[in-house]
């Protein structure tokens, strides 16, 4: 079945640091992309998605690049701020359109120190 | 506009009770999902409705989880004779059929605890 693997955490970075979390998947089909956000309080939102390969997803400086090849969506940041303190989930959908779950991973907690 | 939302936030129940836990998915959202997030973990998947009908109900544990849609808009999840196990953060997530890209909105969850 699918699956999604995460960077084990957590992750504790100072301000203005650069930020990866890894993600890499199994699927059998050409699955669409996620990476959603909790932030402390708060429900999952969606951070920024790509729905097929070399797609690159971007929001709040956050990006990420659909791999096929590598089967990975690694998240990336060139500045970390504290308020991106959170924990981020990485996701994949198999269908293209509504109606197909989403497959997690066990999820990052990144603390960014001031 | 309102987004997700879920009630109760927090439930405490006993082991082997009856408990029901509630989801207003935004208006309009056709589809509406069911995920249960344990401690440390990311959520997993339980069931999926399109409109009134349960479109997927692989996740489900067991045969004590049982969800509705009467009406194609309120959903409840209902657990029977629960267990310890089965505490842990249910999220319920709407979205719109025919999206390009499957984007889930999310609740802030239902907590439940079973002593």
């Known amino acids: 079945g699918d699956s999604v693997t995460q960077m084990e955490g957590p992750v504790t970075l100072s301000e203005e640091a650069f930020l990866t979390i890894n993600c890499t998947y199994t699927?059998?089909?050409?699955?669409?992309l996620f990476w959603y956000v909790q932030y402390p309080g708060e429900g999952l939102q969606l951070l920024l998605k790509a729905t097929k390969a070399d797609d690159k997803g971007s929001n709040k400086g956050f990006e990420a690049t659909y791999r096929k090849e590598t089967t990975s969506f690694h998240l990336e940041k060139g500045s970390v701020q504290v308020s991106d303190s959170a924990v981020y989930f990485c996701a994949l959908s198999e269908g293209e359109t509504s109606g197909s779950r989403l497959t997690f991973g066990e999820g990052t907690q990144l603390t960014v120190n001031p | 506009g309102a987004g997700v939302s879920q009630t109760p936030s927090n439930k405490v129940t006993e082991k082997g009770k009856y408990v029901e836990l509630r989801c207003d998915p935004i208006s309009g959202h056709t589809a509406l999902y069911w995920y249960r997030q344990s401690l440390g973990q990311g959520p997993e998947f339980l069931i999926y409705?399109?409109?009134?009908?349960?479109?997927?109900d692989s996740g489900l544990p067991n045969d004590r989880f049982f969800a509705v849609r009467p009406e194609g808009s309120v959903s409840t999840l209902k657990i029977q004779r629960t267990e310890r196990g089965d505490s842990a953060v249910y999220l319920c997530a709407s979205s719109i059929r025919g999206a390009t890209s499957n984007e889930q909105f999310f609740g802030p969850g239902t907590r439940l605890t079973v002593l």
């Open positions: 409705f399109q409109g009134t009908g349960a479109a997927d």
């Open positions: 699927a059998t089909g050409y699955p669409s």
